[in-house]
Nanobody
Framework: QVQLVESGGDSVQPGKSLKLSCEAS????????MEWYRQVAGGQRQLVAK???????EYNDSVKGRFTASRDNTKRTFYLQMNDLKPEDTAVYYC?????????WGQGVQVTVSA
């Protein structure tokens, strides 16, 4: 079965850190571009970070310097380390995998940042 399973979502205080994980199965993880998106209630799904197989990760300007996306091709897992979280980071975070015409979405995890 082709699927992505996210974990690590939680409710935290501003300034705290959180690490999301995306475990992949059912496809050749190594050749896929992995991405993290987020979507606020009533808003559009926004690209947060992108990690091609053989290139450095790219980030949305709103998270540069605070978030780090990384992939472990051996463990078939994609991560998003989130530091210095802010209330505006509150959203549902989705893992996405893409290769040619094939793409897979995770179910999403809620991240809430509030005092």
């Amino acid at each position: 079965q082709v699927q992505l399973v996210e974990s690590g979502g939680d409710s935290v205080q501003p300034g705290k850190s959180l690490k999301l994980s995306c475990e992949a199965s059912g496809f050749i993880f190594l050749i896929y571009t992995m991405e993290w998106y987020r979507q606020v209630a009533g808003g559009q799904r926004q690209l947060v970070a992108k990690a091609p197989p053989l290139e450095k990760a790219e980030y949305n300007d709103s998270v540069k310097g605070r978030f780090t996306a990384s992939r472990d091709n051996t463990k078939r897992t994609f991560y998003l380390q989130m530091n210095d979280l802010k209330p505006e980071d509150t959203a549902v975070y989705y893992c996405h995998a893409k290769w040619r015409e094939t793409d897979v979405w995770g179910q999403g995890v809620q991240v809430t940042v509030s005092a």
